[in-house]
């Protein structure tokens, strides 16, 4: 590809994945730490005024968001990374690793998907999935010879991916059969709907922390280019989810309703 051509796309694709990241994660910390507080508030007759009038137009950013933030992202994978050659390992070539971890991540939405269908316990589930993306990471590193930029980029990917299919494949689909059973157009739907799209909004905030650091590490080669940064990468992923328990908490006392 002609390098001018390429800076283009490059440039232009980036700016749709900020600008659609933004439309996104910002909806997702609305639901959750706004939204989440004020829906306790609602008397019967306020919900039915206020939720199928205010879901759907959020729902509507918050998941063609998501869709433009996840296709950009592998444009960009394509376009500045393996087109460049510069997300290669000690052992293949750009395209041939990039293709076998996005094969890898595909099935990690599979597995985390049947965790969560299965897994009754939040905090088990939690160290299950840590240690899960702890073995993605060192299958990534010492496997497939990934090096520690195009496994923080990879790794942002992955989180991002799962995020999306939340997205368009639980949180969507139920909250349409919750503002239809508040409508009044069709029944109320059974209490499991609900809980599993707010389970997975509440994954999609925690995993949203990390993927920002992983988005912008690229940046920042004394980080990434350690011999451990693999370990770095899981450090920043409970930093980010000490900050994601935090806010939750924060989010739920009188400070924020405050004027």
Not at 137 to 145: A, E, I, K, N, P
Not at 215 to 240: E, Q, R
Request: hydrophobic share 55%; with cysteine; glycine share 10%.
């Amino acid at each position: 590809m002609d390098p001018n051509v390429s800076e283009w796309l490059n440039l232009i694709f980036r700016w749709i994945h900020v600008l659609a990241g933004v439309m996104w994660i910002g909806h997702l910390w609305f639901f959750n730490y706004v939204n989440s507080q004020l829906a306790k508030t609602y008397t019967p007759e306020g919900k039915k005024q206020v939720l199928p009038e205010l879901m759907p137009r959020a729902l509507y950013w918050f998941r063609w968001g998501a869709a433009y933030t996840w296709v950009t992202g592998v444009l960009l994978l394509w376009i500045v990374y393996w087109a460049g050659n510069a997300m290669g390992s000690d052992k293949m070539s750009s395209y041939a690793s990039g293709g076998i971890l996005v094969v890898i991540v595909l099935i990690c939405f599979g597995i985390y998907d049947v965790l969560w269908k299965s897994m009754k316990n939040e905090m088990a589930g939690a160290v299950v999935s840590f240690v899960l993306l702890a073995g993605f990471l060192l299958l990534s590193r010492y496997v497939f010879g990934i090096g520690g930029r195009a496994l923080f980029i990879y790794t942002g990917a992955l989180l991002g991916t799962i995020m999306f299919a939340n997205v368009w494949m639980r949180i969507w689909p139920n909250q349409r059969k919750i503002i239809a059973g508040v409508k009044g157009t069709a029944p109320a739907p059974e209490a499991s709907i609900p809980a599993v799209a707010g389970l997975r909004s509440k994954h999609n905030t925690y995993m949203s922390f990390p993927l920002i650091f992983f988005m912008v590490s690229n940046h920042f080669p004394t980080v990434y280019g350690s011999d451990w940064a693999w370990i770095i990468a899981l450090i920043f992923v409970l930093v980010g989810w000490g900050i994601t328990k935090f806010l939750y908490g924060k989010s739920a006392t009188p400070a924020p309703a405050q004027f």
